[in-house]
């Protein structure tokens, strides 16, 4: 018999944006771990359809469909990934950069920080650096987070590292970096201040940074 995580990994593989609600929470009250449902179900599923695009059996519309569901189903976890009230640990500007428009790591990255207790001002995806400037100046951000998954768009995260450390912003404000393309080294060849493979690591970084 199919298991629940394969389930569920078939419904963002086919892009079941309906059912894969029901088989997330059939997954839980089964008693299986939020994390197993997230990264043997869901990003698993992603990187088979990643697998599938590169050999030419999928096209932009089924990935923006397997997206759809992963989105779907991630938001009946949502809950179960965030550990409750914690005060905060300080306040995250977070999007993905210009000319990107993956918003999945992303969004599971600010949501793993938001469940550690940081504060999250999610700027969504083709941020501009104009646009990072401003919201850190704005909140008072001690910690902006880019995200790219393009090798293409990496360029615009050191464009935006460059502004953020010529904009004199009145606090110190530490950058992280990641996405599928992005490495250390790129990281550390651009002036940021650390990268992340995923978002649990993305939490650990954020915390040793601040
Ligand atoms: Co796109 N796409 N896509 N796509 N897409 C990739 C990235 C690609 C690798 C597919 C492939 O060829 N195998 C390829 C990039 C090749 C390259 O540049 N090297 C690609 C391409 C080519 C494209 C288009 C150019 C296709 C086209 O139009 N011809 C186009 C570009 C559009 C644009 O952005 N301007 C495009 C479009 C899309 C969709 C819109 C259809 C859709 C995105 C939907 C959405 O995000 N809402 C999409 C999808 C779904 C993918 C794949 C299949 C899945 C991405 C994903 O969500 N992964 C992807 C293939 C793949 O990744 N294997 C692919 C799951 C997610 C949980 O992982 O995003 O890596 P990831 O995030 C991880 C870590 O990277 C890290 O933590 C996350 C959680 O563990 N992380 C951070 C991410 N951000 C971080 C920030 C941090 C720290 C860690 O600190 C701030």
């Known amino acids: 018999m199919e298991s629940q995580i394969e389930k569920i990994f078939q419904n ?21 771990e939020p994390s197993a449902i997230l990264n043997e179900g869901m990003i698993a599923a ?34 179960h990934l965030l550990e409750g009230d914690a005060p905060s ?8 950069v210009k000319g990107d428009l993956h918003d999945i790591g992303k969004n599971l990255v600010a949501l793993m920080l938001e469940g550690a207790g940081f504060e999250i001002i999610d700027l969504g995806t083709d941020v501009t650096p104009e646009a990072f400037v401003e919201a850190a100046k704005e909140n008072n951000a001690e910690l902006v987070g880019l995200s790219a998954l393009l090798t293409t768009t990496m360029a615009a995260m050191e464009t935006t590292v460059a502004a953020l450390r010529e904009a004199g912003l009145p606090q110190a404000v530490k950058i992280m970096v990641g996405g599928a393309p992005v490495t250390q080294a790129y990281a550390e060849e651009i002036g940021a201040d650390g990268f992340a493979p995923d978002a649990s690591r993305a939490v650990t970084l954020a915390q040793s940074l601040l």
């Open 12 to 32: 963002v593989l086919e892009g079941e944006d309906e059912e894969i609600k029901a088989n997330v929470q059939a997954a839980l009250e089964a008693g299986l």
């Open 46 to 79: 992603m990187a088979e359809v990643g697998r599938l695009f590169e050999n030419g059996e999928f096209f932009v519309p089924e990935m923006l469909i397997a997206g759809r569901a992963m989105q779907s189903g991630l938001n009946v976890l949502k809950p």
């Open 89 to 96: 640990k300080g306040k995250v500007v977070i999007g993905t």
